[in-house]
C-alpha cells in the first residue's frame, strides 16, 4: 500500500472550518429564509396593487353616480316630507268645524215670534262645539215657542248629521214686556240655550286650495 | 455517527443568527406584511361599501323617480298651500286680505287683528306656524255673514274659526256685532 502524505492539512482543515462557520451557515438561511418572505411579500403586493385598481374603478364609477344618488337621496327626503306635510295639513284641513253650514240650520229653526239675542259659540279639540244661544220668545205660550226652537234646533242638528247633539235650556224666565206679533199683544220669555256637539260626523265640502290672486 | 461539538465562538454565531432570525420575522411583519395586510383590508372593505353603494343607488334612483310620480297630487297641493300664504309678514298681509274680502261680500268695517303666533309641535309642521287672529265686524246682516264665513271657509282651507260671538246691535236690530277667532295656518317666514 502507498503512503499518502498530506502536505496541505493545515490549510484543508482551516477551509473546512470555515465552511462549517455557524454564523455563515446562520447568515445564508436568513437570506434564502428573507428571499422567500421577499417572494411572499411580492405576491401580497401585487394582490394589493390589483385590489387598488378595482377600488379606484369603482370610485370612479362611484363619482359618476355619487351626484345623482345625493341629490335624488335629498330630492327622496324632501318629498317624503312634503308628503307627510301635507297629510298633516290634509288632516287639519278636514277637522275644521264649518260654522257656515250650522249658522244656516240655526236660521231655518227661528221662527217669526223668536228673536236671537246672542250666539256665543266655541270649538274645542276634545269637548267638540259648544254653543250659547241667547234670545226671546214671543207667544201667548211664550216657554212653548222657545221649546218648539230648542226641539226644532236638536232635530236639525242631529238629521245635520252631527253626533251627540245636546240642547238645553240653561234659562227659561217670562218677561213682563209685552210684544205685538201680527197684530196681537203676547207675552214674552226669555231663554238660554246650550248647545252641544260633536262636529265629527258632519263634514262641510271643503274645497280644493285656490290660489289667491296677488 | 459524529457529535457535533460547538466551540464558544460557534455558540455565541450561532444564538447571533437566531437573534437576526427574529429581528427579521418582527421586522418583516410589523413593518412590511402587517401594513400592508392592513391597507389591502381597509381597501376590501372600501370596495364592499362602495360596490353596494353602487347596487343600492340604481335601486334608489329609481325609488325616488317612482316617490316622485306617487308624490305629485302630494307636491301640487303643498304649492297651494305655500301660494295661500303671500310674502312677507303675515301680519302685513292678512288683515287687508280680511278686510277686501269682507268688503266684497258686503260686509264693511271688518277688522282683523294678531292675538298670537305659536310653532307647531309636529315635526311634520316645523316650518309652519299657528296664527290666531281675531276678526272684528261692528256691523253684519246674519244671512250675509253666514254666507261669507261658508265662503271664507272653503276659500281659506288653512283657516278654522275657534271662536264665534254673534251679538244682536240694540239700534238696528236687522245688524249683528260680530267677533271671529280665527286660526290659520302660515309658512314660517
Known sequence: MALHLNLLHEQISEQRQRQRDPLKIGVMILV?????????????????LAIKAKLSAIERDWSKVEPKVTAAEKRSAELNGIVKTTAVLDDYIEHRFFWGPFLEKLAR????????????????????????????AAAREPRSAAEDLRQMLSEQLSQGGYADVKVEFKALDDLDTIANVGGQSVAMAHYILSVTFQPEAAKGTPTQPRTPKR | MSQVRLSKDQIQKVALTLVGFVILI??????????????????????ADKQSKLDSSQENLAKTAKLEQQAKAATGRFAAFKALSPEGAPIAWFPPRMKSFFANQQIDKATARLENSVAFKQPELANWMKYVWLIDIP???????????????????????????????????????????????????
Request: hydrophobic content about 45%; glycine content about 8%; overall charge neutral.
Open chain 1, 109 to 136: 229653526c227661528v221662527a217669526p215670534n223668536i228673536q236671537l239675542t246672542s250666539v256665543e259659540g266655541n270649538v274645542f279639540e276634545d269637548k267638540g262645539v259648544i254653543v250659547t244661544i241667547e234670545g226671546v
Open chain 2, 139 to 189: 256691523q253684519a246682516d246674519y244671512g250675509r255673514l253666514g254666507k261669507a264665513i261658508a265662503e271664507l271657509e272653503n276659500l281659506e282651507p288653512l283657516l278654522a274659526i275657534t271662536k264665534l260671538s254673534i251679538r244682536f246691535s240694540g239700534e238696528q236690530p236687522e245688524f249683528q256685532q260680530v267677533v271671529l277667532s280665527a286660526t290659520t295656518v302660515i309658512p314660517k317666514q
Open chain 2, 26 to 47: 418582527y421586522v418583516y411583519f410589523s413593518f412590511f406584511l402587517g401594513p400592508l395586510n392592513r391597507s389591502r383590508n381597509a381597501m376590501l372593505a372600501t370596495i
Open chain 1, 32 to 48: 434564502g429564509i428573507g428571499a422567500l418572505l421577499f417572494l411572499y411579500y411580492g405576491w401580497n403586493a401585487y394582490r394589493t
